[in-house]
């Protein structure tokens, strides 16, 4: 079946400092791939999503392009701020078996210290 | 402004005890979800509906229960006979069946003593 793997966390930067998570997929048909962001005591809110090969989703600074050819969709941002401490879930979901069903990696944790 | 509320914020009750936890949208969307969030832990579903007075199991269904009587509204029971009910509650919607974006709720944080 469809499976999201992220890279393992706690991440810890310091402000200004270059961030990538990585995260790859695994899916039988052409899924959309997106990233949510979940600050401490809140839900879950849409970041960016990209739904077909070689779209570029940004938001907030924040990039990830769907790349087919790697599987891959991962989350960049050239400078991140204390702001952004959170917990990032890469997520796919797709048409084939159905939107209802959104597969979620288990997130990563990114703190940034001053 | 339009989005997804959820009641309340915190919520605690004694074991043995059934308790509703309230998601209302004013998004007008079709489908709505309910998760289940465990510390350190990924979501994983308990029930969804896609249109008014339906519903289907998620993953994770047993010893939860849910009604869809209203359009915006999609409150989820957590019954005596969920095992482990301390967790965070998560509700999400979705415009319809052809849009692939869910959009979550604020969360509710169930305490069980």
């Known amino acids: 079946g469809d499976s999201v793997t992220q890279m393992e966390g706690p991440v810890t930067l310091s402000e200004e400092a270059f961030l990538t998570i990585n995260c790859t997929y695994t899916a039988t048909g052409y899924p959309s791939l997106f990233w949510y962001v979940q600050y401490p005591g809140e839900g879950l809110q849409l970041l960016l999503k990209a739904t077909k090969a070689d779209d570029k989703g940004s938001n907030k600074g924040f990039e990830a392009t769907y790349r087919k050819e790697t599987t891959s969709f991962h989350l960049e941002k050239g400078s991140v701020q204390v702001s952004d401490s959170a917990v990032y879930f890469c997520?796919?979901?797709?048409?084939?078996?159905?939107?209802?069903?959104?597969?979620f990696g288990p997130g990563t944790s990114l703190s940034v210290i001053p | 402004d339009g989005g997804i509320t959820q009641s309340p914020k915190y919520l605690f009750r004694k074991e043995g005890q059934n308790v509703t936890l309230s998601c209302e949208q004013n998004?007008?969307?079709?489908?709505m979800y309910w998760y289940r969030q465990d510390p350190g832990q990924g979501l994983r579903l308990i029930y969804y509906?896609?249109?008014?007075?339906?519903?289907q199991k998620g993953d994770i269904a047993e010893g939860y229960s849910v009604s869809r009587e209203k359009k915006e509204s999609f409150p989820l029971t957590v019954t005596s006979a969920q095992k482990n009910p301390t967790a965070f509650y998560l509700c999400?919607?979705?415009?319809?069946?052809?849009?692939?974006?869910?959009?979550f709720g604020p969360g509710t944080r169930l305490t069980v003593l």
């Open positions: 998004l007008n969307h079709d489908a």
């Open positions: 999400a919607s979705r415009v319809g069946f052809s849009t692939d974006t869910q959009y």
């Open positions: 997520a796919l979901t797709d048409a084939k078996t159905s939107y209802d069903k959104v597969i």
């Open positions: 509906s896609q249109i008014v007075n339906d519903f």
